[in-house]
T-cell receptor, first 114, second 112 residues
Framework: GAGVSQSPSNKVTEKGKDVELRCDPISGHTALYWYRQSLGQGLEFLIYFQGNSAPDKSGLPSDRFSAERTGGSVSTLTIQRTQQEDSAVYLC????????????FGPGTRLLVL | QKEVEQDPGPLSVPEGAIVSLNCTYSNSAFQYFMWYRQYSRKGPELLMYTYSSGNKEDGRFTAQVDKSSKYISLFIRDSQPSDSATYLCAMGFTGGGNKLTFGTGTQLKVEL
């Protein structure tokens, strides 16, 4: 079946604008994660959704960042009033519920804030 | 100090060489350890996954974990140009919400 898909693949925006990034997880995967990958920084955890439980938002860097997951499937990461330091690759991953399940990553959205 | 330290490289080796990639960590709560490979402009893909000290082998790849030293390694035998990628170590613990903590990644180039 299809893997994790993300859209858009690239996004260029102006400082101060809002952006929405989309993630379609693998069908049947109840866990969904967002990470940010900046040059030289590795992958930084942002937020985690597990089924109908309240999301773990502990990695969100500021209140300009939010995410939702509708119907337990598609997720949208929203960045409001973008700043240049938000420029990074935003990666989404999904996994089966519980335990040390393998996380499958999408190709990422490359965000550039001018 | 970061929880997981990884030399960013770049590391350049000739084809056929044995490659050693390493990570150290400071959080003794980590219980399971992974190595991901990331090609340019792609998402990471899981290579190896282990949750005990010792060695785990899969084809040309061997993952080694030493929990007492908080040190993990990935060895690649008979390296190929197709192994050229960034290798990321990652680790997590049960009860940690399945969140993974990643190293910064080591860029590897295998030259003909």
């Amino acid at each position: 079946g299809a893997g994790v898909s993300q859209s858009p693949s690239n996004k260029v925006t102006e400082k101060g604008k809002d952006v929405e990034l989309r993630c379609d997880p693998i069908s049947g995967h109840t866990a969904l994660y967002w990470y940010r990958q900046s040059l030289g920084q590795g992958l930084e955890f942002l937020i985690y959704f597990q089924g109908n439980s309240a999301p773990d938002k502990s990695g969100l860097p500021s209140d300009r960042f939010s995410a939702e997951r509708t119907g337990g499937s598609v997720s949208t990461l929203t960045i409001q009033r973008t700043q240049q330091e938000d420029s990074a690759v935003y990666l989404c991953a999904s996994s089966l519920v519980r335990g040390q399940e393998t996380q499958y990553f999408g190709p990422g959205t490359r965000l550039l804030v001018l | 100090q970061k929880e997981v330290e990884q030399d960013p490289g770049p590391l350049s080796v000739p084809e056929g060489a044995i490659v050693s990639l390493n990570c150290t960590y400071s959080n003794s709560a980590f219980q399971y350890f992974m190595w991901y490979r990331q090609y340019s402009r792609k998402g990471p893909e899981l290579l190896m996954y282990t949750y005990s000290s010792g060695n785990k082998e899969d084809g040309r790849f061997t993952a080694q974990v030493d929990k007492s030293s908080k040190y993990i390694s990935l060895f690649i035998r008979d390296s190929q140009p197709s192994d050229s990628a960034t290798y990321l170590c990652a680790m997590g613990f049960t009860g940690g919400g399945n969140k993974l903590t990643f190293g910064t990644g080591t860029q590897l180039k295998v030259e003909l």
